[in-house]
């Protein structure tokens, strides 16, 4: 059967839809995680209340920040350097 | 014949591997680190302290959980992600893009620390054309005997 042609608050509902969707994924992949994995190669999530998971962040968050200031130090370096 | 990786080189050729990786630093089974690419000097024993710490972490997390003792650990956090890998001998901690797809870093750090420990060396292919090889396609015309 062919499928019913949407009017235009149909389509636009359509694209917020979409858009929605698309913020809500945007938001899950900036969320923080903790995965491990064993030996085969099986990932287990650290669960929020899990024993070394807010550890785990902060030790991640400062190894970021540290590459983040290494790497605004290297800059106007290379920048001085190549005129 | 490829020269063998020693620990020196295993933070900058992990790097060199994959481009979504920033920053490496490499600890012997104590926890003394052997290498660092990606940042300054200075900055490496911090570097070196924080992977000594996420890898303690990992074995406090996984006294909750079943399953054999963690060999890889990814951190996913707002500015980057943080990938760790070991071996008996050796600890590989990696600040990756925050885009990094986990399955190929998971695997370069564990093709990495395998070619550091005597395993088969990975072996890079570069395009015909970069290497100044013939233009055209290396797949046989169909028909052509």
Do not use: N
């Not at chain 2, 014949?1 to 630093?25: F, G, H, Q």
Request: charged share 30%.
């Amino acid at each position: 059967m062919r499928e019913k042609r949407k009017g235009p608050i149909g389509r636009a509902t359509g694209l917020a839809e979409g858009v929605a969707a698309t913020m809500r994924r945007m938001q899950r992949d900036r969320e923080p995680a903790v995965l491990v994995y064993d030996e085969t190669g099986y990932a287990r999530l650290v669960q929020p209340d899990g024993r070394g998971y807010e550890r785990l962040l902060q030790t991640a968050e400062r190894m970021v920040d540290l590459v983040d200031e290494s790497e605004a130090e290297a800059k106007p370096r290379r920048a001085r350097r190549e005129p | 014949m490829a020269a063998t990786l020693t620990p020196e080189r295993t933070a900058r050729r992990l790097c060199e591997l994959s481009a979504d990786a920033r920053a490496a630093v490499l600890l012997d089974a104590a926890g003394a680190p052997a290498s660092h690419h990606g940042v300054t000097s200075d900055r490496s024993g911090d570097l070196a302290q924080l992977a000594r710490t996420m890898f303690e972490a990992v074995d406090r997390a996984h006294r909750d959980m079943p399953g054999g003792p963690p060999e890889q650990v990814e951190i996913q956090v707002d500015g980057g992600t943080v990938f760790g890998s070991r071996t008996p001998h050796w600890m590989l901690a990696v600040v990756a893009r925050r885009a990094a797809l986990s399955s190929l870093m998971l695997m370069d750090l564990r093709a990495v620390l395998g070619e550091l420990e005597g395993g088969t060396p990975i072996r890079r292919v570069t395009a015909a054309a970069a290497a100044g090889g013939p233009a055209e396609t290396p797949m046989p015309e169909l028909g052509a005997e």
